[in-house]
């Protein structure tokens, strides 16, 4: 499967769970373990719950091997590794505190998607 079709899936799951501000980092020029990073907000930490495990079954739907998800429910930050595309879903304070689009974004090309 492209990562077109790995991406068009993640975004599709992540809009249809409500996930808000989501970003697309392409950092394939500046990364050996992705192509993609998306970092989308979650408004609590069960919505960040429920819109990993959508984003599984969206995925497994589709045959895309899930790499592994990390994260707890309480921690407020659910990482989803699809392989070419790593999605972090954050809450805003999480989001805020870590700022993943600076580390990554200053070297990737951002795209946001809603």
């Known amino acids: 499967m492209s990562n077109k079709s790995l991406s068009q899936i ?3 799951s992540l809009n249809e769970s409500k996930a808000e501000n989501i970003l697309c980092l392409n950092v394939e020029e500046i990364s050996s373990f992705a192509d993609e990073i998306i970092i989308v907000t979650a408004n609590s930490s069960r919505h960040a719950a429920s819109v990993s495990q959508k984003l599984v079954e969206h995925l497994k739907q589709n045959n895309i091997n899930v790499i592994g998800v990390e994260g ?7 990482l989803v590794d699809c392989g070419d595309i790593i999605v972090n879903i954050m809450k805003q304070d999480q989001r805020d505190f ?3 689009e600076g580390l ?4 990737s090309l951002l795209k946001k998607l809603n």
């Not at 707890?72 to 659910?78: A, K, N, T, V």
């Not at 990554?104 to 070297?107: A, C, I, L, S």
């Open 72 to 78: 707890e429910l309480d921690s407020g930050w659910i």
């Open 98 to 100: 870590y700022d993943l």
């Open 10 to 12: 993640c975004n599709f």
């Open 104 to 107: 990554w974004g200053e070297n």
